[in-house]
């Protein structure tokens, strides 16, 4: 036989190995250049104006009527749609720009430690998306469509390419709290829809105890632990060959999974062997547990056991109103962790095969929400133009990507769309976004959806 | 009959001429074949019983054959215009069948003959001429069963009492050696014949060689060059097996999952087959790729929860991550499960392992382009057994006790591009060195400098837009105190409320409120 039919008889089938894979068998379609994704999602969406996109001639353009010529048309939302006018808001910020592999890269005040790494970073400017709501934006970022039903990107990474590590889950997620305003987080968002379910994303607690209940009961060795769940998978795999049914597979799985986290988590939240330097250097917070300092080592942890798909939510960033205020604790409370997030996988030789993406589900508008004055604005959701970016994995470094105008309402150059952005991903995962598919309701869906095409600028 | 006639017609009319009336040839043909035999056992029954009337009867019944064989031969010709078989076949068919109703009408008009003029001699030639028709039948018979029911239809139960395999084939890839690379073709021929190979072309399509898959049939081209996964062989075949058109079809014997998967790589790589070296054979020892391991080898790995899985590319090439195996292994279990793949493995991730004596070697003698070694008792010892190694690309060394002895090893591994050796004993004279002696190698100490800065020469402070100052201190809207930080600017004035509600109520109707500013 060949190779990959000697692969394929000896993975592991039964339901009492988890994590076994269940895509396609030619997988990986390319040769993958990264092995894991680090996503840090910022729920609430971030303004892109106040801490990436520099537009430094706003300066003059302070209370002016945004032209008809740059909003053409777009949609108000509810929360704008009573205002009589719209404001241009310049960014109360001063950006520096930060020597890279290419023209320099600018970052706000906000995020100095950012900036420092801004070598390691590919910075697109130019994403676009349709949705204007949190809930539907958010949607479309993690499964590629806006209406709740499909597959997150993890699980679409957890059926086509497999757990590496046995002992945990392919897809983790961790929130940390924000300080501002915070949209509601659906767990469907790192859900499995229409794949067994056993490739949703498992989600770690943010208090002291990530995972609970991970001691057996007194009286209950882990032997006997080991017996009941031979029993139970027994039990099952006649009870599956009765009713087909695939949710018995899962939720066999998914036992062996907590079964084998058991011991696998305490080792992995167990940071008494770390180095405090290495900890000093994700910032005062990394040892309160839930914020985002601590989930950064925790991703890091998780990067180095083989977790292929780690995702880490960062709430709070819907600024509305208010902005310059909220967002400096926004922006603090992430910008040393994920700074130090970078130097430690890179460091560690981690970060060659380890994507980093940050992202949001769109961005903000140039104009004011409410009253503009000197030192205060609020900012209303803007799909048209966001910037996102990402490290590592085989993406180019220190370059930026794309253009918007000068108002950072509409993109100049190089529009990236949210398929486009998952098309490249997949393909630097080794999977061509086309053919990772699953038969559902009689035809093929996949991550992608119907369209996305690979952004070949952004790979290295 | 005039309902069926009329019911015929319209068919025709409506599927085409060709398409019913040829495919009233397998019926029609029958009637001349029954005819003769019928023939045949009336006559000898007749000859031995001296039946009287005999000619008139046997003249109905060599007349129907003769005329009905005719009409056969129409339908026939008729149906080999849809070309549903080679040519040769059909050729040898029709050459059989025209002599047999050549026959049959020299039996008739020898019948009549004999009729006319009664008489041993016409009699004679009657009778030689429905014997000869009836030798005539069995070639154009069997060419005919050929086909319909595929070569050899009527010599294969001769064949199976003589021990020959049946005409079912196993799996070619089931069957096939170690070292055989078993192509699509060979799968095909296995599974999609008779009927698209060797016999028939059904649906005028022959899956026999690239071209004629890329010819294709009835339902246009089998290959898809521009867009693969659509082309009808792969679709086909990947159709639910109770869907239509799914083929093969579904009493015949299916592709087994590494068929199909080979006939999808195969349609992938564009109709092409990897180089033939890369699946060496065992005595062969001058073939490039690796031989494949033993079986068993790679289920020990992962029973122990170590990762295995193929790098794309030359087949034979292995990533191992022992993972959650890690944990479990000691130095020698590690060494023990690695030995049997270890021709193999290109990419091999040791972290948090437990490394031992034997191990170096082990490592030495891999084809590995990629090491990581994080957070293991990786030492001296273990780099100095790679010395010299090949085609090392990247070596990861982080949290490991190499020190400044190792320097050397590593300035000489050949096809070293990357090396990590952060949080090692290495010292910063070590890293000096190193990078000294390989200026191009990529050495990563965690002190990579950060990025530079760079504040615009000159730049004003742009912390806030310019404000001035406030033009009045009492709100004009509520006419309290104004408080300086809820300022706006309106047409270059700084105005000062003492609110954050009051200046939506401004700008509402700022002609209102300005009178009450001081001018």
Redesign the interface.
């Known amino acids: 036989?060949?190779?990959?039919?000697?692969?394929?008889a000896?993975?592991?089938g039964s339901a009492a190995h988890a994590s076994r894979r269940g895509g396609p068998?030619?997988l990986?379609?390319?040769?993958p250049t990264a092995r894991r994704v680090i996503y840090l999602h910022m729920e609430g969406a971030p303004s892109q104006l106040d801490l990436f996109d520099h537009k430094?001639g706003l300066?003059d353009r302070?209370?002016q009527d945004l032209p008809d010529s740059i909003r053409r048309g777009q949609r108000l939302t509810g929360m704008t749609s009573g205002q009589?006018?719209f404001p241009v808001a310049?960014s109360?910020?001063?950006f520096?720009?930060?020597?890279?592999e290419t023209g320099?890269?600018w970052v706000s005040e906000l995020l100095p430690h950012l900036?420092?790494?801004?070598?390691e970073i590919c910075f697109v400017y130019s994403m676009h998306t349709d949705a204007i709501n949190h809930e539907p934006g958010i949607t479309f970022f993690q499964t590629g469509n806006e209406q709740p039903g499909r597959p997150s990107f993890g699980s679409w990474m957890s059926y086509g390419l497999g757990s590496?590590?046995?002992?945990?889950p392919a897809f983790v997620v961790m929130i940390a709290q924000g300080q501002g305003n915070m949209q509601a987080l659906s767990a469907r968002f790192w859900g499995s829809g229409f794949l067994p379910s056993e490739h949703q994303g498992c989600k770690l607690r943010a208090g002291g105890d990530p995972v609970l209940y991970l001691r057996d009961p007194e009286g209950l060795t882990r032997e006997d632990r080991r017996r009941f769940l031979d029993l139970v998978a027994a039990l099952g795999e006649a009870e599956f060959r009765r009713t087909m049914d695939p949710e018995i597979r899962a939720r066999l799985v998914q036992a062996e999974m907590a079964y084998?986290m058991q011991?696998?988590v305490p080792?992995l939240t167990d940071l008494s062997k770390e180095d405090p330097s290495t900890l000093a250097m994700y910032g005062p917070d990394v040892h309160r547990p839930g914020s985002m300092a601590a989930n950064c080592v925790l991703a890091r942890r998780l990067a180095?056991?083989?977790v292929r798909f780690i995702q880490l939510y960062q709430r709070g960033w819907d600024q509305h109103s208010n902005l310059p205020a909220e967002i400096r604790l926004q922006a603090k409370a992430f910008d040393q962790p994920v700074a130090a997030l970078l130097?430690d996988l890179?460091?560690?030789?981690l970060l060659?095969d380890t994507l980093v993406l940050w992202a949001s589900e769109f961005g903000r508008t140039v104009y004011s929400q409410?009253?503009?004055?000197?030192?205060?604005y609020g900012r209303d959701h803007h799909p048209r133009c966001f910037t996102i970016w990402m490290a590592g994995g085989g993406v180019k470094r220190?370059i930026t990507f794309g253009r918007t105008d000068d108002f950072s309402y509409n993109i100049e150059e190089n529009p990236v769309s949210v398929h486009d952005l998952h098309a490249t991903i997949l393909h630097l995962l080794?999977i061509d976004h086309?053919?990772l598919v699953y038969r559902h309701m009689g035809r093929d869906f996949r991550l992608t959806d119907v369209s996305g095409t690979v952004v070949r600028e952004l790979l290295a | 009959m005039t309902v069926s006639v009329a019911a015929l017609c319209i068919f025709a009319a409506a599927l085409g001429p060709s398409a019913v009336l040829g495919r009233l040839h397998p019926l029609v043909l029958h009637a001349p074949l029954g005819a003769l035999a019928a023939l045949l056992v009336f006559e000898t029954v007749a000859w031995f019983l001296g039946l009287e009337g005999r000619r008139l009867a046997a003249g109905v019944l060599v007349w129907f054959a003769a005329l009905s064989a005719a009409v056969s031969v129409a339908t026939g010709l008729v149906l080999a215009l849809e070309g549903n078989h080679p040519e040769a076949n059909v050729a040898s068919h029709r050459n059989a069948t025209l002599a047999f109703t050549a026959a049959l009408w020299a039996a008739a008009v020898c019948h009549v003959r004999a009729a006319l003029k009664p008489g041993p001699g016409r009699s004679a030639l009657y009778g030689a001429a429905v014997l000869l028709t009836s030798v005539l039948a069995v070639p154009a018979g069997h060419t005919g069963a050929s086909l319909t029911h595929g070569e050899g239809y009527w010599t294969a139960p001769f064949g199976r009492a003589a021990g020959s395999p049946p005409a079912e084939s196993p799996s070619p890839?089931?069957g096939?050696e170690?070292w055989e690379?078993?192509g699509a073709l060979s799968i095909l021929a296995a599974r999609c014949s008779p009927c698209h190979i060797g016999g028939e072309r059904k649906g005028r399509l022959s899956l026999e060689d690239r071209d004629s898959i890329v010819a294709g049939g009835k339902s246009g081209p089998g290959f898809d060059s521009s867009n693969p996964?659509s082309s009808i062989l792969l679709t086909r075949i990947r159709r639910g097996i109770d869907e239509r058109g799914h083929m093969p079809p579904k009493d015949k014997p299916q592709l087994t999952?590494?068929e199909l998967?080979?006939i999808?790589?195969w349609i992938f790589a564009g109709l092409t087959d990897p180089t033939p070296e890369a699946?060496p054979r065992p005595d062969d020892h001058s073939s490039a790729g690796p031989p494949?391991?033993a079986?068993g080898a790679?289920?020990a790995l992962?029973d122990r929860?170590v990762?295995?899985?193929?790098?794309?590319?030359a087949?034979?090439r292995?990533r191992i991550?022992l993972?959650?195996g890690a944990?479990q292994l000691d130095a020698d279990e590690v060494v023990a499960l690695l030995g049997p793949v270890s021709a193999?493995i290109v990419e091999l991730?040791l972290?948090?392992g437990h490394l031992g004596g034997g191990l170096g070697g082990l490592l030495a003698g891999m084809p590995l382009t990629r090491l990581?070694l994080?957070e293991t008792e990786a030492d001296d010892a273990l780099v100095g057994a790679m010395a010299g190694h090949a085609t090392l690309e990247?070596l990861?060394l982080?949290?490991t006790q190499v020190s400044d002895a190792s320097i050397d090893v590593l300035a000489a591994l050949p096809a070293l591009r990357?090396v990590?050796l952060?949080?090692s004993r290495v010292t910063a004279e070590g890293i000096a060195r190193l990078r000294g002696a390989r200026p191009a190698l990529r050495v990563?100490?965690?002190d990579?400098p950060?990025?530079?800065?760079?504040?615009?020469a000159g730049a004003p402070?742009?912390?806030?837009?310019a404000?001035p100052a406030a033009v009045n201190s009492v709100c004009p809207v509520s006419g309290k105190p104004a408080d300086p930080?809820?300022?706006?600017?309106?047409r270059g004035r700084?105005i000062a409320f003492c609110c954050?509600r009051c200046?939506?109520t401004f700008?509402?109707n700022p002609e209102r409120h300005l009178a009450n500013l001081p001018k």
């Open positions: 036989m060949s190779l990959d039919a000697l692969l394929a000896d993975e592991p068998p030619e990986p379609h390319v040769a430094p300066r302070f209370d009589t006018r310049p109360l910020f001063q520096t720009r930060y020597r890279n320099g890269a900036g420092r790494v801004a070598n590496v590590n046995r002992d945990l084998r011991l696998s080792d180095e056991r083989g130097r890179r460091r560690r030789g060659d409410g009253t503009l004055t000197a030192t205060n220190g080794g086309e053919r | 890839i089931a096939a170690p690379r078993v996964g999952a590494a998967q080979e999808e790589r699946s494949l391991p079986e790679i289920a992962r929860f990762h295995v899985e193929a790098l794309p590319g087949p034979g292995l991550e993972a959650a944990r193999n991730t972290d948090r990581e994080r990247v990861v982080t949290q990357r990590y952060w949080d990563d100490a965690g990579t950060d990025a530079a800065s760079e504040a615009p402070d742009v912390r806030s837009p404000t930080a809820y300022t706006i600017v309106h700084a954050a200046p939506a700008w509402e």
